[in-house]
């Protein structure tokens, strides 16, 4: 631990000399650094008389955390160019040959760069940060508490980790430091629309859910740390002079890796499909924990707390079931409002929404959607308990019989997605990050193609001509 | 030591910059990598340090096997990369602290490591200023001192004496030979063939990634450019006529004032060449051998493996 530790630092510490020796770093670090507190707190003052004027104080006492979050990220925004240019920049110096060819860890040379490229903004950003709080002790306002300050802080550090991370990433795969600052956008980007979000949980003022959106964060910037020590290949640095974008190529690994060795249709339902289902085994039961779990707790959940907020009186009960029975008969022309082949197309977009949501966060927020989606399965059956239907009856009659292929269809591809994110951020011995990510989507094409959209077919056709019929049959029993 | 056995690389699929290199270098031994740029020597060399993995054959560095011990291959050689690799913001001093410390040397052996380097290679002067201010020289020698910190067993040297003046470059070889002598084991990829003349002891020159020779100096000359030449020049214009030549010597070129002779054996056909001449009375003003030059072997190789007819 302790010799890991030295190694680290060792890189660390000639970095941080290195930039603090060059006035161009420092000179605009510092100026931004100081300038825009000074360019908050007079904004503060305004905001707080033309508030005052018109008794906007809720918005006022959230208006001082936003202000603190802003302040925070703007270094992290212009220091990024460090960690963007960790990898590369060394590489178009020529500067980073002796270092690899030193017996310092892989782990040591990236996690020393990640210090710096963490270190260096934070140490800006929470400079920036404690200068506008000094100015804003002569202003009339009140201070965040304690807890909100923290949370500040914390995102503030999350932000710093998350894109440092990523732009380390970038820094390591890019071929030029032009390429790399090009590719800045997909950290600077997202990570400003999140801020965004940041905000309107500041105006909302819920800080619990401020919190998830710390711990979210971090478990991202972990993902991306581990995502670069994967794929962090000293070969790469200096083997890729020049990277040349072969899409034929490139088409050509996916459809290999797709069609596999099977040289008819049938032989690839035969031998493909069933190994990719085995390597699918663990995520598969991943992902139907989750789901078991998540639509208990969301049944209960509703069970136990929406009578909280819904007086639920038999008089009300007996008003639901009545609707309900009275609007059977619009399940006969199901097919008039809501075609098959929407639900199809509907079901297949959600599904390819889900591994995009997954490819840019290493499934998580692939997951999370597909938490969603079986929170609302519980949630519906919560509801029905709670107008005395009996959930099991309801789950058999009015989701199970396209179910059975629907949700089948979505747990194998959110095992799928889950899978892609996992295969990312696994050490993948000569593949490049590109491979990787290639084989991992030709992978989850394979059981999208293969599984995915004929049973989402089935299950749309079942959803509009037979579960209806199921369900008006089954009314009286359930 | 070093050995290799059909190390090989291959990029994209398609192109193998180093194709089926053997190579064995021993303690105290130095092999000049000769060959044009883009040949492969680079992509050698990397490979001897455990930056590329072969993608076939194997080497063994110091003894250890470039792909399964890494690590312990990068402690034991010194590198001297293409580009001197200096980080111009830091002082030669705070550099060559640096790689003391990145290769887990102790404060006091550092301390004496760099000392001596700086004196040296004549930086000690220069050391406390940033390496940034450097002349090119300066610089080529910083990174020199840089690979010999550690005192490696291995050194792989990439043009080590590139920018330098004379007088440096002379100090450079002078260290190398030193380090042949505390039997390190020494490869140099250079281009400057009278260093490679003057410092080798095996030669080797690769042409798109394969090993065309390999050898001594003597074996390379007799390999390309045929056996050994020795000229008899004379006072004053002479007819040799229809000299009596002893077997295994052959008469490769002739002038009024010179004979020039092809000697398999030198050490069984020359006293007997010599005693034919004097016996014809020739007016012999020097016997010797006539000098061929690395310049002349390599140029040889680099024109039959292209194709092209060789002008000396």
Known sequence: MRRNWEGIWLVARREFQDQFRDWRIVVPMILMVSIFPFVADNTTRQAVNFMNRFGGDIILDRLIPFAILVIGFFPLSFTLLVALEAFVGEKERGTIEPLLSSPLEDSHMYLGKLLVGVATPLLFSYGSITLYLLLLMRRPVEFPSAYMMTLILLLTFAHAVLMVSAAIVISVQATTIRAANLMASFVVVPVAFLLQGETLLIFWGNEDVLFMAVLGLTILSGLLIRLGLAHFKREYLLGREIDTLNLKSMWQTFLDRVSGNASSIFEWYGSEIPATLRQLRTPLMV????????????????????????????????????????NLGNLDVLDENVPAPWIFVSNVRSMVGFLFAGLISFSTLGLALFIFNMSLIGGVLGAASLINYSPLAVFGVAILPHGIFELTAVFLATAAVLKVGAVLVTPQPDKSLGEVFLLSLADWFRVFIGLVVPLLAIAAVIEVYVTPQIIKLAFPYL | MIETYDLSKQYNKDFWA???????????????????????????????????????????????????????????????TEQHGLYMRMTGEEYLE????????????????SKYLLDYFGLAEAAPRRSGEYSKGMKQKLALARALIHDPSVLLLDEPTSAMDPESAQLVRNEISRLRSSRRTIIICTHNLAEAEALSDQIAIIYRGKILLNGTLEELKRAVLGPVEYEATFAYEFDAGDLDLPPGVKLADRTTTSLRFRVDAPRESNPKLLMALTAQNAP??????????????????MADAQGVTYAS
Request: aromatic share 8%; proline share 4%; net charge positive.
């Open chain 2, 98 to 113: 640096y790689f003391g410390k990145v290769y887990g040397l102790d404060a006091a052996t550092r301390t004496k490591q």
């Open chain 2, 284 to 301: 012999l003003l020097s016997f010797h051998e006539v000098p061929k030059k690395l310049e002349h072997v390599y140029l040889k190789t």
């Open chain 1, 287 to 326: 992902v139907t924990g989750l789901a078991i779990i998540t639509i208990v707790a969301s049944y209960a959940w509703v069970v136990l707390n929406v009578p909280k907020f819904i007086d639920i009186t038999p008089n009300r009960v007996q008003q639901v079931q009545s609707y309900v029975r009275n």
């Open chain 2, 18 to 80: 180093v194709d089926g290199v053997n190579l064995q270098v021993q303690p105290g031994q130095i092999l000049a990598l000769l060959g044009q740029n883009g040949a492969g020597k680079t992509t050698t060399v990397r490979m001897l340090t455990s930056l590329l993995s072969p993608t076939r054959g194997w080497a063994r560095v110091g003894g250890y096997d470039v792909t399964k011990h890494p690590k312990d291959v990068r402690a034991n050689v010194g590198v001297l």
